[in-house]
């Protein structure tokens, strides 16, 4: 378990923890017990399958297999945010706060896929909260929307750079492309 310095709250605790590689064991070791307690956190939320998930954070915490460390547990909220349909004030988390996360599952099948977090949406427990079909469809258009499409510039079509002048008189003629 780690420890938050007095006066700090546990979002920024959290925040200095994993920009801090000053000793590459020390952050290793805190990454992976994050990563860890985060598929299982995960699996435990798309197991029960309900979209809602509340109560006080120190009990949501014990509850997801955070047990009382409050900082990973935080870190687990700060990634989990931008799959929520209520942003939470990270900041203001302290043992007695109350949390629901509100999850659109949808969209953190897709922030997953962004993350190319593999060992989350891999799980088998999306079974419970998307079908595979659902899942697979996701996954199609998260691979679309990473597809960058160029547009080949015409000869005689005006050149990007807005001087007014076609292209082939202007930047393709610089970059020796036409000569």
């Not at 691979?143 to 001087?163: A, L, M």
């Amino acid at each position: 378990m780690y420890k938050r310095p007095k006066n700090m709250s546990y979002f920024k605790t959290w925040q200095n923890k994993i920009e801090d590689t000053t000793d590459p064991n020390a952050y290793n070791d805190f990454v992976q017990d994050y990563y860890l307690k985060e598929q299982n956190a995960y699996d435990q939320i798309l197991q029960n399958g309900s979209a809602t998930v509340s109560g006080k954070a120190n009990e949501l915490a014990d509850k997801l297999g955070f047990g009382d460390d409050m900082i990973i547990f935080t870190g687990f909220l700060d990634g989990i945010q931008t799959s929520l349909n209520t942003n939470l004030e990270l900041e203001d988390i302290e043992d007695e706060t109350e949390v629901v996360l509100d999850i659109d599952f949808e969209k953190l099948f897709w922030n997953m896929q962004d993350a190319k977090a593999d060992w989350l949406y891999n799980l088998e427990s999306w079974d419970n909260v998307l079908s595979a079909d659902k899942r697979s469809d996701i996954t199609r258009k998260y691979k679309e929307s990473q597809i960058v499409r160029v547009e080949k510039i015409g000869r005689n079509d005006p050149c990007p750079c807005g001087s007014g002048k076609k292209y082939k008189q202007c930047c393709a003629k610089k970059q020796g492309a036409i000569s």
